[in-house]
């Protein structure tokens, strides 16, 4: 869920809110929720390589940004990295299959960071199943050379406005296409638009799963700050319609508001504006599938952001309850007919950079013995 301001705006009249709230330009300027963006500056300022590669790993894109990982040093080389179930979405992730993604956009980020330093991984993925860790880490020293999009890593965003109304270039379009198993343009994307807007559409319509995100809400600079983790509706706009009332979590569980109809129409926007959509899917649904296809989200992200394109995920489609089996259905028919999982489904064009996600810092997500 996303409320688009511009939207947000075009439905209650900018000058009305700019009336109503006195000395404005001021309280603008106030409204950065700075200690949430912290952990983007702190990250490789560890000196200690296992944390000063977990620093740059929970800047990692997932799903809802719950942030699930946690970290536990182990000896004095190695890492166990866990999901923390608290964390779970439970009716619109109810297997765990997108934020096990997330965790593999964690370990690989992780895996980056440390081959910065001259660190290759030892990684076993779930020693003790789905019970115990999702991995453990061994740092080898002079096991790896750098990634070159490791670059692109601090200028990474989930993109959250409409695109520009520009297709891709060529040179964007062959950097984007060894990263995906589909590039979808043309009446192919057409179709998908199609299907993500019904499975938008169905998950507002759905009270349990659209509660789900507006129990996440973070509005304002306070909330923010207080708990960097969830949807953060953060800058003076939202602060303004927070204490005006028009935004508030109550008022958003009601689809027919001002609130509610601001974040499923920006989202309708956002997808008709995308020139171009992304797709991700395995031959099997393993753990490991997930994990690896969070790797591969991760370099999606970051070779599109070197290539000056934004990315954002539109995997309502691919939710597995319910009732979304019907644009599942759809898509799987289409896009996996011989038994497949499609993992994710993304947009893709060109369009601003959006501001950085709030983020937990990294000593909050470690396991103390």
Known sequence: ??????????????????AAAGGFGVFAATRTPTEALVPWEAAGRFPEPRMRALSYALLA???HNRQPWEAELIGDDSVAIWRDPARNLPVTDPFGRQLTIGMGCFLDLMRMAAAADGFGIEQTLFPEGDAGPVAVCRFVPGGAAPDPLFAHVLNRRSHKEVFENRPLDPAARAVIASHVDLLAEGDVATDLRDTASKAW??????PAAWKE??????????????QPDGIDLGGPTFEVLNRLGILTRDASLDPTTAAARGAITGTLDAIASAPALVLHRTATNTREDQIATGARWLRLNLAATGAGLGVRPVSQALQEYPEMAAPYADIHDVHAPKGGTVQMLGLLGYAARTPRTPRWPLETRMRHA
């Open 201 to 206: 559409l169905i998950e507002a319509g759905t």
């Open 61 to 63: 894109p997932n799903p």
């Open 213 to 226: 995100s507006i129990d996440l809400l973070r509005i304002g600079k306070a909330e923010i700050n207080a």
């Open 1 to 18: 869920m996303t409320l688009s301001r511009r939207k947000t705006l075009g439905l209650i009249g900018g000058g009305a809110l700019v």
